[in-house]
């Protein structure tokens, strides 16, 4: 298709969306600089957006247009990912750093520009370079445009951003763990709530968040892991929750004492204030899936207090928190859940037409040139995606190479649909056992999916035992999926098909696939572009554990990638 047909059908299909009924056009500014901040009685320098951490919530309706005017004034290079956005017509801000956009440099801006039809509930936005979004990241909540929520109306809405939080600067100790091949960043100082430590930290107990609560009211709290590298369990003592929707979409109600939550998901959880007049505290702490892994990790505890109007200042009460490798409670959690659909929602397809069987976990790649502490006899750590690290491109982003008909020089179309070779995925001897040396061994490479537009996929995503077991947060851009089925051990197709859920399956964005397990989804390819799937543990970014689908255009205005914006950040 031509360059002037493309922008023609755009022209059509814009013109639709500006005269929907009912809906606005939100502008911020984004100014990204450093901040001097004091945390743990230390002051440290951080980048934030307009001096704050977390950066500032957006609030938007159903169906509205967002324009974030993005001001680069730190010395790093920024993009931003607006995570869990469908951004339909809109791969252009998608944000990921060579994914979708060359990265905005110091002194530069770029406004991304996208709509929010067809999403209600907790998204949020964050850096996608480096380990930025460390401090670079907030809310991003959209209400419905009918002010109609599936459940009982809450008497206030209020963001939980669970934080993760290092004394030492975030992009020096991810330059160490490239260099020295080591591939794992040091363990945080503590964990934070609304970007507080809280009380249980030795130092400076006086950055705590308060929410102060009126007696036998709801409250809707928009819970998001924000987290770099860790997963959280997050309670409130003498309270309960029922959870009504995850990754902005609706599920049944779900009755829990504790939300598990992995990095990148959000988890929008009911509260009910019928405890005794007193002061509570809320508590984050790790979920540590590892099963044969590193065997450090930041064990603290991040604390805010829940206080009743009127209530005396009595010490607050703890919540009996879960052990921090408490498996059964988190896949407890996360298979519980069930969809709510709704009239006019899609449903689940019954049928796919690419199947890919992808294994997930850590390897062994050769030391890069650069590595230069690497041990070049072992190699370094690294991971992969059906035994390939993806690679990313330098000189140029994956959607303008494809947009440009340039993707020959910047990717190969050829990512496996299975792994190359079939074994015992989930047992420790993987590591040991010399046959399988060679599986070790991942190999670099910028390769991609190629899907049809509106095809429907079917991934089966597999968790390895190399190098170390764990939950792995795989985050999708582009689309929601569904999640048909998650289990332990290997992937059996006859027994796990007959436990597929195909009629209120949870409909998700980020999926943690169990430590020594595996976890199936489904989604339609609907939405031209390039999408990256990769692990939500930022330090797995680095080493490789990622995927990209190219999904062509359809044949409709609405289903053709239009050319990117004027103002377009430059390589």
């Known amino acids: 298709m031509t360059c002037g ?17 009912d809906s606005a056009v939100v ?25 704050k951490l977390p950066g500032p919530t957006i609030r938007v309706r159903e169906g509205d247009t967002l324009l974030v005017h993005v001001v680069n004034l730190s010395p790093y290079d920024i993009t931003i990912h607006w995570h869990g956005v469908f951004q339909k017509q809109s791969g252009w801000a998608d944000g990921p750093n060579m994914i979708t956009q060359c990265p905005i440099r110091p002194g530069g801006s ?17 850096a996608h370079t480096s380990f930025l979004r460390a401090t670079v990241h907030g809310a991003l909540i959209i209400r419905p445009r009918n002010h109609s929520f599936p459940f009982r109306q809450p008497h206030r809405q209020v963001p939980i951003l669970l934080g993760e939080w290092w004394n030492a600067d975030v992009g020096d100790l991810e330059k160490q763990a490239f260099l020295t091949g080591g591939g794992i960043v040091n363990i945080s100082n503590a964990f934070t709530i609304n970007g507080k430590p809280g009380h249980l930290y030795t130092r400076c107990k006086n950055h705590t968040y308060k929410l102060e609560v009126v007696a036998g009211k709801t409250y809707l709290l928009r819970i998001i892991n924000s987290a770099v590298n ?54 984050s702490q790790p979920y540590f899936s590892s099963l044969n892994g590193p065997p450090s990790f930041d064990s603290t505890t991040a604390t805010a207090i829940v206080r009743y109007a009127d209530a005396d200042d009595v ?60 041990n070049r006899s072992r190699g370094t750590l690294g991971a992969s995606m059906n035994n390939v690290s993806f690679r990313f491109p330098t000189s140029m982003s994956l959607l303008e190479a494809h947009f440009s008909g340039f993707h020959e020089a910047e990717y190969q179309p050829d990512f496996p649909d299975h792994p190359p070779a079939m074994f015992d995925f989930t047992n420790n001897s993987l590591n040991t056992d010399p046959r399988l040396a060679p599986l070790l061994r991942t190999q670099r490479g910028t390769k991609v999916k190629k899907v049809k537009y509106n095809a429907t996929v079917e991934m089966v995503l597999q968790n390895t035992a190399f190098v170390g077991t764990e939950n792995h947060p795989l985050h999708l851009h582009g689309f929601n ?91």
């Open 5 to 21: 047909s493309r922008i023609l059908l755009f022209a059509v299909a814009l013109l639709c969306a500006l005269l929907a009924a």
């Open 27 to 51: 502008e911020r500014t984004f100014h990204v600089r450093n901040l001097t901040v004091s945390r743990l009685c230390e002051r440290r320098v951080i980048t934030a957006v307009n001096g």
């Open 110 to 126: 770029y406004t991304y520009r996208f709509n929010v039809s067809g999403q209600e509930g907790t998204l949020w936005w964050h």
């Open 230 to 283: 860790s997963e959280l369990f997050f309670k409130i003592a003498g309270h309960a929750f029922t959870v009504v929707a995850v990754d902005a979409s609706y599920t049944k109600p779900y009755d829990t004492d504790v939300v598990v939550i992995a990095p990148g998901q959000t988890v929008d959880a009911l509260m009910v204030t019928d405890a005794p007049f007193a002061r509570y505290y809320m508590a």
């Open 315 to 374: 010490p607050p009460q703890m919540p009996r928190m879960p052990a921090f490798n408490d498996t059964p409670t988190a896949h407890r959690f996360y298979t519980n859940l069930t969809g709510l659909r709704r009239p006019g929602e899609p449903a689940v397809p019954l049928e796919a037409e690419e199947h890919m069987f992808v294994t997930v976990g850590l390897g062994v790649l050769a030391c890069e040139p650069t590595q230069v502490v690497c």
């Open 481 to 571: 999926f569904f999640v048909l089925a998650q289990g332990f051990g290997n992937y059996n197709a006859t027994t796990a098909r007959s436990r597929y859920n195909l009629v209120d399956p949870q409909v998700r964005n980020t999926i943690g696939v169990p430590a020594g397990g595996w976890a199936v989804i489904r989604f339609v390819a609907n939405n031209p572009g390039v999408w990256i799937m990769h692990c939500h543990l930022e330090q797995h970014v680095p080493l490789g554990l990622a995927t990209v689908f190219v999904v062509e255009d359809g044949t409709t205005p609405d289903s053709i990638l239009p050319p990117p914006p004027p103002d377009f950040p430059a390589c």
